[in-house]
């Protein structure tokens, strides 16, 4: 067992390792030195600083290494430098962040060979090294959130995702009310806000089959969705009318047609895919105009992972099985999301589909701490970010991987951000519906 888990952190670090590579290297040294947003580090930062944590984690922590570079510490400290203030910092070189987070590699790779996966629950099944596959994977999304905002000619390029139909798919899903087990106690490298596992009783609900479309989405606009103020929270209001906001991010209106901007390329705004890069205000307005509302974060789980025949929560929606290329789009395999409908085999037991991959989906849900939650390994992963500053999302995205997404993932952030790669789809209350035990 203990060389099937220390194979399975080899390949996740490595694939991890690999994405950064394809990154950072489609562009050259000007691209990954500038800032391309004030909202986002330099490439380099990300770059280096993915080194920065795996040498403070793995080397030091879990091998009792001897610090290799403490001196940057604290300039690849996220919480000490906010983003808009990390170009006027003393960063590493390309080259030479390349070499630091390479020779970092290495020596955690002897230290793997090395430890033994138990006797604590910093390496107990390989924790630590799981946790620093995610953080990377998790740097490898902002880094792909970036390049949405870079200027300038494609530096990326992917298959297109499988076809999808909305045909013969019902609008909603009732989803029967009663208990569930959300969270868990027993996935290994899951992260400390997803822990522990508790029980929750949720009312009967209806549930959007697929994620609001461009399409569906475009509908909210040209009723005039951005300039009623009926639909929106005030913050909200407020945002879009300081910002002149009118549309989801990168789209714009040209000769009578919707476009946008994705990844270098302009192209038509496609009706039947996920809307992208809307915020909470956003997806909260539309779900009011439509005479909706966003699903809570325990109806989505519940949505996601319960199985009414078995009375169990799944890993996936559509079983316990690690996703695969039918059961997803995930890890930048495409660079966009699948059209509405697709991927029929990663549905749910109540036939929900892409609650896993393609976009991020915005709930009604704070982020806040589950009954009995214990911060792991370190206080600013999750805890300092609890409150209701904070709205969660949910389901990962097409460039979120396997490794940091799964059915009990919680992702978290402002409910301005819209540069992040975040949809939703929308939920009603079944009053009359008579709830199952």
Partial sequence: MSQELRQRAVEALTAARNRTAVLTTCVDDD?????????????????????????????????????????????????????????????????????????VRGRVLDILERTPLEGGPLVDSGFAFGMIAQHEQQHDETMLITHQLRRGPAALSAPEPPAGSTRGLPAEVLVPGGPFTMGTSTEPWALDNERPAHQRIVPAYFIDTTPVTCGAYQAFIDDGGYRDERWWAAEGWDQIRRHDIGAPLFWRREGGQWLRRRFGVSEPVPADEPVLHVSWYEADAYARWAGRRLPTEAEWEKAARHDPRTDRSRRYPWGDEDPTPLH??????????????????????L???????????????????????????????????FGSAHKVLRGGSFAVDPVACRGTFRNWDLPVRRQIFSGFRTARDAAGHEETA
């Fill in 351 to 385: 036939g929900v589909r892409q609650l896993i991959g393609d976009v991020w989906e915005w709930t009604a849900s704070d982020f806040l701490p589950y009954p009995g939650f214990a911060a792991f390994p370190y206080r600013e992963y999750s805890e300092v970010f």
């Fill in 31 to 103: 691209d990954l030195t500038a800032q391309h947003s004030p909202l986002m580090s330099p490439l380099v930062w990300d770059l280096a600083h993915i080194g920065n944590q795996e040498e403070q984690w793995l080397l030091r922590t879990v091998g009792g290494r001897e610090a290799l570079r403490p001196e940057i510490d604290s300039i690849y400290d996220a919480f000490e430098h906010p983003r808009s203030a990390r170009p006027t910092l003393p960063l590493l070189a390309p080259a030479e962040a390349r070499v630091y987070a390479s020779d």
């Fill in 328 to 349: 997803a789009n995930l890890g930048q395999r495409h660079l966009r999301p699948a059209p509405a409908g697709g991927y029929p085999e990663g549905a749910s037991p």
